[in-house]
């Protein structure tokens, strides 16, 4: 099971191999890889397996930029209609941003 924050669910999306540092590009692309439909995602408002590799995270195992990525956390959780430490099938959530993720909601976000 991976732990996943709700806005890296829109990231994984527009991933195209790039990134902060080498040592993300290579954790980001281990991540995007394991995804199938039936990988179990926990969906975490914390650290999760794509932070971990992230130059941005501090000492005491939070985002720099918290305040933003907490906003788009929420964000896509409302969009998405999906809860904080649930788990779902990744093709589940997969599902949800088709049905739910318009251009305006996107934008918004």
């Keep these: 099971m991976l732990t996943l924050r709700a806005h890296h669910l829109l990231c994984i ?3 195209l191999g790039k ?3 080498r040592a ?3 954790n980001m692309d281990k991540v995007v890889n394991s995804l199938k439909d ?6 975490i408002s ?3 397996d794509i932070c971990i590799a992230c130059p941005h995270v501090l000492e005491n195992d ?3 930029s918290e305040d933003k990525v907490s906003f788009f956390d929420t964000s896509v959780l ?10 779902y099938p990744y093709g589940t959530l997969l599902d ?6 318009t251009l305006k909601a996107f934008k918004k976000i």
Excluded: P
């Design 46 to 48: 914390k650290i999760d």
């Design 78 to 87: 409302e969009t998405l209609k999906i809860r904080v430490n649930n788990v």
């Design 13 to 15: 999306q527009g991933y």
């Design 96 to 101: 949800s941003i088709r049905k739910n993720l």
């Design 38 to 43: 039936t990988t179990l995602i926990k969906v």
């Design 19 to 21: 990134g902060y540092s």
């Design 62 to 64: 939070c985002c720099e």
């Design 24 to 26: 993300f590009v290579k």
